[in-house]
């Protein structure tokens, strides 16, 4: 198989992984002529599948056998695919070609278990220690890693990686258990808890060493020892959501758990794709992409709004998120009782929750209120979305009728067709 075949399949096989998000990482750039690539700055190639995944990583798998059967995976073991593997030097060249030509800002690197996961995992590794050691590559790496492997082999993929990611694959230890039964659930928290611990310890070393004094010698310019990083830009995970029937409320705790305990940068959600010769066991449809949307929604609300899960997928709903109204919005039509808001005097947890505020214009709004009462004019210029916010609160010269909040839901009226 040539290298292109192999990008082909190890690419496509890839694609259910969604995980490209590079902010937070370490800034380094090869403006001075020394080494290649950059993880910032103009040129660098960001885009966007029309599904909403991120490609501007090359997001490849370094092979797509694998010896595990995951049932909701394309490539378990007894999936009926074609397969591929790339040689390490294959992925490091590979890399380093799209990165030189602008078509990417860094390698997106996962696999399937070949061997054992010890093996898998040093050759993933050893791809991110070619790249940085021997091609002094200064892109952005995120590696998914098997948390099955050696403790040691995570803290050396911690040193190369920007980010490192542990699937968690499914919101409960049932569903794990029930499709994905070689994987032990246990063991994914214990390597998400070694990765927590790895890069608290390497931003306390960070700290201290920003502290010491500058060692220079007379006449040369200062120079500060620099500590080692470990995946700069945090970790995340991922959670199949539809495969198996955990409403979005399971979905939202199980996240909220994983925020907290482990100090997560982000859960990705990817909705289940139905695969061929699917086992009896998965459902037959795909769940509306919506559904990813919105649980993305409300993961927004949980880590920057004040949200609780408990808060925004309820029992009254099924447990399920609304898919017509975004979870924001629904919170606000179910708590009448917290409507409306005066923009002058509600403190900053409140106006979270109002309808169309996002975090910018709350900050703006709290410092223009400090100079005067705001007016309804005022929103417009301090670009609020005023048709989506004014039902909501109480300014000034502006106090919403009852009923206010119903054109904000209700879809705008349409021409009936006349044939
Ligand atoms: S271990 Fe990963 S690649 Fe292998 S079958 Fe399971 S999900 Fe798929």
């Known amino acids: 198989m040539n290298l292109s075949d192999k990008l082909a399949v190890l690419a496509d096989a890839a694609k259910y992984d969604a995980s490209c998000a590079s902010s937070g990482g370490v800034k380094r750039d090869s403006t001075s002529g020394r080494g290649v690539g950059s993880n910032e700055g103009m040129g660098i190639c960001h885009s966007y599948a029309p599904d909403g995944r991120c490609i501007s990583l090359l997001k490849i798998l370094l092979t797509n056998y694998c010896q595990y059967d995951c049932l909701y995976c394309v490539n378990r073991a007894s999936s009926d695919v074609p397969r591929a593997r790339f040689a390490i030097d294959e992925v490091v060249h590979l890399t380093l070609d799209f990165y030189r030509r602008n078509c990417i800002e860094g390698l997106f690197l996962s696999s399937g278990i070949i061997r054992s996961p010890d093996y898998t995992m040093e050759q993933v590794v050893e791809v991110a220690r070619r790249l940085r050691e021997e091609h002094d590559f200064r ?29 968690i694959e499914l919101p409960t230890a049932q569903s794990l258990g029930a499709l994905a039964p070689e994987k032990d659930g246990a063991a994914i928290k214990r390597s998400m808890a070694r990765v927590r611990i790895h890069i608290e310890d390497a931003r306390a070393e960070a700290r201290d060493t920003a502290r010491r004094p500058v060692a220079s010698l007379p006449g040369a310019a200062p120079r500060r020892a620099k500590s080692p990083s470990f995946a700069a830009a945090g970790q995340s995970t991922q959670m199949i959501v539809g495969a198996d029937a955990t409403n979005d409320a399971t979905i939202l705790a199980t996240s909220a758990q994983l925020y907290g305990a482990y100090r997560l940068k982000r859960v990705y959600y990817s909705a289940f794709s139905p695969i061929p010769h699917a086992s009896a066991a998965l459902p037959l449809q795909a769940p509306p992409l919506v559904r990813e949307h919105r649980l993305y929604q409300a993961d927004w609300l949980m880590r920057f709004y004040g949200f609780e899960a408990d808060e925004i997928a309820t029992p009254r709903s099924g447990g399920m998120l609304a898919l017509d109204v975004d979870p924001k919005l629904a ?61 909501f609160v109480v300014l000034a010269d502006h106090r919403p009728g009852r009923g206010a909040v119903v054109p904000t839901v209700t879809p705008v009226p349409a021409q009936a067709a006349l044939f």
Do not use: C, M
């Open 139 to 167: 892109g952005y790496i995120h590696l998914k890693t098997i948390p099955d492997a050696a403790p040691e082999l995570l803290q050396r993929a911690g040193r190369f990686a920007d980010r490192l990611s542990i699937n």
């Open 331 to 391: 919170w606000a039509l179910a708590h009448p009782e917290r409507f409306p808001v005066d923009l002058d005097r509600a403190p900053r947890e409140l106006l979270l929750r109002v309808p169309g505020l996002g975090v910018k214009a709350v900050e703006r709004l709290l410092l223009a209120r400090r100079v005067r009462r705001l007016r309804a004019d005022d929103l417009k210029r301090l670009h609020v979305p005023t048709r989506r916010v004014l039902p």
